[in-house]
């Protein structure tokens, strides 16, 4: 049984925005109608301390103003970077805005900046926002549903529902940031790992090269269980291209059908694993936040790899690859998908 309790989370231009709290027995959560922000992830440790293990901002203000880091919130129309903003859709091209020379996260009044409606639903909360013809550059009027629902009283679900009267292009994910051994605890990068993915995606210029790459001997290897930092040393040009960190599309191969991601904290013994329907996840690991980009919760400064991202979407500029899932929306057809996060102790 999930408790929903529904609270003001703030004002903007005027109106109200309300910050919903979802309970069950092992996981509390909240969810902020700015952005689909998720702002918290209560769970026990092994000792059954409640611990926040995503990275936020303290109250609205951050969320409106802090947007260089996306914590916790829904990216798109297209999640990461468009090049040179060039769209193709079936034998169509449009010009998406540019924002030094290429478009990312869906631009700047993308849907991480809007204000979504809400209603409350049977375990969870669901939202919903109509994108226009034309914003961004973006072709058709898209209507786009996203459920936060709480599952087995240990996790929950981020299902996502979208139709257009154009054919458009559409790859929306959730940006939270994920540290297992408690949000102010420090860096993650002792955070320990898995991820059922024999290929990953390299870059250069924050672009894909349009090579799927084997993760064979690679510091992309995460097939067997190890500590994310672990080999941020190794020599390869993966890990000089994105600062010194992850920032990688990691393909997946849904070989286990009930986790796509494996994660846990030694410190807390919190255990997360991810399954999604989606073909794979941007794997982010904070590599530019800091103080000079502001507080987090509680006045936690939040430093060089606080967290790690899991940010399932299609696969990256993909109408440009071939052999990349690009998500075409056709006009009247409905898109659905699903990502799910559950939380236990070893």
Request: with cysteine; proline share 4%.
């Amino acid at each position: 049984m999930t408790k929903i309790k529904k609270e003001l989370h703030g004002e903007l231009n005027g109106k109200p925005v309300y910050l919903y709290h979802l309970k069950a027995d092992k996981i509390e959560m909240s969810v902020s109608e700015y952005g689909l922000a998720i702002t918290e992830v209560i769970v026990p440790d092994k000792n059954g301390n409640p611990t926040d293990v995503v990275l936020g901002h303290g109250d609205l203000d951050g969320y409106v103003n802090n947007n260089a880091d996306c914590f916790g919130v829904v990216i798109g129309r297209v999640a990461g970077s468009v090049e040179k903003g060039i769209l193709q859709v079936a034998d169509k091209t449009y010009q998406l805005k540019t924002y030094n020379g290429s478009h990312g996260h869906g631009g700047h009044n993308a849907l991480n900046r809007q204000h979504w409606s809400s209603r409350e639903v049977e375990n969870g909360v669901e939202f919903y926002h109509f994108d226009p013809d034309g914003n961004e550059g973006y072709p058709g009027n898209l209507k786009l549903t996203v459920t936060v629902s709480i599952i087995d009283g240990c996790g929950f679900r981020l299902s996502y529902r979208a139709e257009s009267d154009k054919d458009t292009y559409i790859s929306v994910t959730n940006h939270s940031y994920f540290n297992l051994g408690g949000h102010g605890s420090g860096e993650a990068m002792n955070n320990l790992l898995q991820i059922n993915a024999d290929r990953y995606i390299p870059v250069e210029h924050h672009l894909p090269t349009g090579e799927i790459a084997p993760v064979d001997g690679t510091p992309f290897d995460f097939r067997e269980m190890k500590a994310i930092g672990r080999d941020l040393s190794q020599k390869h040009p993966q890990n000089e291209v994105v600062g010194h960190g992850y920032d990688h599309f990691m393909v997946l191969d849904h070989s286990d059908p009930a986790c796509d991601l494996h994660a846990e904290s030694a410190e807390t013994g919190i255990v997360m694993e991810m399954k999604t329907t989606m073909p794979g996840f941007y794997f982010y690991t904070a590599n530019f936040t800091s103080k000079e980009r502001g507080t987090g919760k509680k006045g936690v400064i939040y430093d060089r790899y606080a967290g790690f991202a899991a940010e399932t979407q299609y696969f990256p500029d993909g109408t440009k690859h071939p052999g990349f899932v690009a998500p075409l929306l056709l006009k009247g057809r409905v898109v659905t998908e699903e990502t799910e996060f559950k939380f236990s102790v070893k």
